[in-house]
């Protein structure tokens, strides 16, 4: 079962607009990952957030994350068209490590 | 560093037959994990090596099974076929250590079609 779910499953902006996702999870975390997958290609490791932490930033990236609400945000600013991919976020309970990937939001930029 | 590889990039195999996938992780990496890919399901964790043993394991039948050689190549292997097997299968390797975070590097997958 998933233990991440994004929202929206979909959005499509223009380019030069703010994208942002929200990703909620349901149990405890040591931290949270956003991830980024090309059409059909492995995934790219964007940001980490622990959970001691409530924002981060990565160039255009901003990451909030809210362990009250159980849930965190990926805000990509002045998005161009080349950000057009799936974004999953990814949440570690510690221990012997297993991340548990939610279903993606799949982003379209237009041009 | 080389990134993590996968073999082969695509297959496509006949329902009952077997296939075995191959992930090179990135040099000094030990952890090696495994997870399906479908439209439906999502990323789906299959399980985790560490050191040649298995750590973890997500909810799929016997059918899938894995390994980990001494060098941290892992293989992953899938027995009887069944059409919902076709998926992206992707490999991801990490430089653990207990307690830090787990940054997981990605190969492109094996796209694996079952007619």
């Known amino acids: 079962s998933q233990q991440g779910e994004e929202d929206p499953q979909a959005l499509s902006i223009q380019e030069g607009e703010n994208a942002t996702m929200n990703c909620s999870y349901k149990?405890?975390?040591?931290?949270l990952q956003w991830y980024r997958q090309n059409s059909g290609r492995g995934l790219v490791h964007l940001i980490l957030?622990?959970?001691?932490?409530r924002e981060k930033h990565s160039g255009r990236l901003r990451v909030t994350l809210d362990t009250s609400k159980k849930s965190s945000s990926l805000l990509i600013t002045a998005s161009r068209a080349a950000d057009t991919a799936s974004y999953f976020c990814a949440t570690d309970a510690g221990g012997y490590q297993k991340v548990t990937f939610g279903i993606g939001t799949k982003l379209q930029v237009i041009p | 560093k080389a990134g993590v590889t996968q073999t082969p990039r695509y297959l496509i195999k006949t329902r009952g037959q077997q296939v075995t996938l191959s992930c090179s992780p990135i040099s000094g990496h030990r952890s090696v994990s495994w997870y399906q890919q479908t439209p439906g399901q999502g990323l789906q964790f299959l399980f985790e090596?560490?050191?040649?043993?298995?750590?973890n394991k997500g909810n799929f039948p016997g059918r899938f099974s894995g390994r980990q050689f001494s060098n941290s190549r892992s293989e992953m292997n899938v027995s009887t076929l069944e059409l919902g097997d076709s998926a992206l299968y992707l490999c991801?390797?990490?430089?653990?250590?207990?307690?830090?975070?787990?940054?997981?590097?990605f190969g492109p997958g094996t796209r694996l079609t079952v007619t």
């Open positions: 991801a390797s990490s430089l653990v250590g207990r307690g830090a975070p787990y940054e997981q590097y």
């Open positions: 090596y560490f050191s040649e043993t298995q750590r």
């Open positions: 957030i622990r959970s001691n932490e």
């Open positions: 149990t405890s975390i040591n931290n």
